[in-house]
């Protein structure tokens, strides 16, 4: 895997040992930290749209990495969503979503 948690891109091997997982091909420990949550519980923040009443979309993300295999039921939950105006940067647009822990918060201000 390629390691995305900075803009080097290192090339990561991961490999299973009786102990956990040997990572190697990382430059620093955040590849190593990265390779085995990918292997574990991969993660990745949400970023999407959602519509207000009359006016623009609003850009929306998740305030933390969400479980992986979560992404796509969220974006479900977000496409039954429509806002009233105003919308504010930081507005909880779902609280708590799927019972993850994790908050849809918009990113852009809607007047
Ligand atoms: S291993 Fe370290 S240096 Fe390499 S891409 Fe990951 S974070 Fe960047």
């Known amino acids: 895997m390629i390691c995305i948690v900075c803009p080097m891109g290192c090339p990561l091997s991961v490999e299973k040992t009786a102990d956990g997982f040997k990572v190697s091909g990382n430059t620093c420990p ?3 930290k990265y390779a ?3 292997c574990t ?4 923040t949400l970023t999407s749209i ?3 009443k009359g006016k623009d979309m609003v850009s929306v993300k998740s305030s933390a990495p969400l479980p992986k295999e979560k992404i796509f039921d969220c974006v479900n939950v ?3 969503i429509t806002l009233d ?6 507005d ?3 609280k708590d979503i799927l019972g993850t ?4 918060v918009a990113t852009k201000n809607i007047p």
């Open 36 to 38: 085995i949550a990918e």
């Open 92 to 94: 909880i647009i779902v």
């Open 30 to 32: 955040r590849g190593e």
């Open 101 to 104: 822990g994790v908050d849809i």
């Open 50 to 52: 959602v519509p207000v």
């Open 78 to 80: 977000l496409a039954t």
């Open 41 to 44: 519980a991969p993660t990745r």
């Open 85 to 90: 105006a105003p919308v504010k940067v930081g």
